[in-house]
Every structure is written in C-alpha cells, then in structure tokens.
C-alpha cells in the first residue's frame, strides 16, 4: 500500500457520518432545504440501498456507501457531467490507496472495474424546475470488502469483486472517503474552471474497451459497434458498420 499520508479534508465540505440508514441518498436529500455546501454522507450500512432504476443493491457492513449533496449551478445536463468527474475521483481514491493504478478502469455510463470486474458503481438524482438544478445528489457504492454473488447480477453483465480479494488490502470506508472526497473536490474545482474537456480527455485516457466491440442496450433496443469517444455531452459514441452514433442513455456490455 501507498505510503503516502492521506490528504488533507476539503475545505467547506461538510461530513455526516451514521451508523446504518435506509439509503445514502436519501438523507443527504434530507440536508437538501438547510444546504450551504456540498455535504458528504456515509453510513456503516444501509437496509434499502438502491443501484440505477432502481435495482437493490447490496450493502454489508464494511463497504463504502456514500453520497455527496451539492446545489450546482448551471442546467440540468450540465450538472450529469458530474459523473465523470465522480468516476474520476473513485478511479484516483482506489488508484492512491492501493499503487494499482493499471488495475482499475472506469465503464461507461458509470462504474468503476477492478481487473475486469464490477468494484463500484454511482448513481444521480437531482431535482429542480425551470431548467435549472437544485440540487444533485450523487450516490456511490464500493466492494471494499465483500462483492454480491454472480448469481445476484444479470447474464451478461460484468462480475462484481470486492477490493479485499482483488488486492489483499482491506481499506475502511472512511478512510476511503477521505481521498474520494479530496479528489472529487480538485476535479471538480478543473471543472468549474475548465469546462468538460479535461473531465472528458481524463475519463477517456481510463476507459475500459476503447476501440473494441461492445453492445449498449436502451430499453429493448441493442446496439453492437466499435467504442469510439464520449462526445461533449457524455453520450457514448459507437462506431456502428462505419456510422457514428451518440448513444445519450444505455447499458453496456462487453
């Protein structure tokens, strides 16, 4: 393991650490009305944890379950861009406590892959009217220590591992926090000053398949092609018999 002291708290970033709660992201929806900077809520467990449409996930004890509230400014589609910069700041946590860098990779819209496998997932819900955001919620589960079974995942979708059997190091969740919420704090602060672009040349320098065949499923409608790029938007680009597609919203599969 890296030698290296952990960093330092981001400034104005408020910590709410529980035992055990329904759901991450609901109580952080709970700090929505008194917020007056980002917040980050941890639990040592939640009993109704939930994954994209909302899948259960699964949440022993000793994994990471987290979420950061904020009220960013800007439209809708610009605050989702925060989910690269969320799956930055996993990749750089993971990548800083364990040297391994070469060993994780993020996938496409959103999770975060360990030698091929599933190690951690994000999910976003944000409110608001008029085109504008309130807030946004951005919800993030880690295997640190245990994975659900493959049984428990669909056919097809990528193995889920846990960081305690891929590495042999056993990291707590708020120790993980700590760097997670360091790093989110500096890309975010590049992407408040830069725009998109960095968040989209880093995310892209990590991405799992670039330039290897893939499906994207939206609803009952699948889609093969060559892995391209994201676009400035974040949508997936597919190479498609020689025709470029944007793919906005999807599952993927390898």
């Known amino acids: ?125 944000s409110g608001g009217a008029g085109g504008r955001v309130s807030h946004l919620i951005i919800g993030i589960g880690v295997n640190l220590i245990g994975a659900p079974p493959v049984e428990a995942v669909e056919p097809g979708a990528v193995t889920p591992v846990s960081l305690l059997a891929e590495t042999g190091l056993r990291i707590t969740p708020e120790r993980f926090l700590t760097h997670l919420a360091a790093a989110f704090a500096l890309w975010e602060t590049r992407f408040q000053a830069e725009g998109f672009a960095p968040i989209r040349a880093a995310w892209l320098d990590r991405a799992a398949r670039r330039g290897e065949r893939i499906r994207a499923r939206t609803g009952t409608t699948e889609r093969h092609g060559i892995f391209e790029t994201i676009d400035d938007s974040g949508a997936l680009v597919l190479n498609i018999d020689g025709r470029r597609e944007a793919i906005p919203a999807a599952e993927v599969f390898f």
């Open 1 to 125: 393991m890296s030698g290296n002291a952990d960093p330092v708290w981001p400034e104005g970033v408020a910590r709410h650490a529980l035992d055990t709660v329904d759901s991450t992201n609901a109580y952080a929806l709970s700090l929505v009305p008194g917020l007056t900077g980002p917040a980050w809520v941890i639990a040592g467990e939640q009993t109704a944890g939930r994954g994209r449409r909302g899948r259960p996930w699964s949440s022993p004890r000793g994994n990471f379950y987290g979420s950061l509230v904020m009220r960013p400014e800007g439209r809708p589609e610009t605050a989702a861009l925060r989910s690269f910069i969320a799956a930055l700041a996993l990749y750089d946590a993971c990548a800083g406590l364990t040297d391994l860098p070469g060993a994780f990779a993020l996938k496409w819209p959103n999770d975060v892959l360990l030698n091929g496998g599933k190690l951690a997932g994000i999910l976003l819900e």
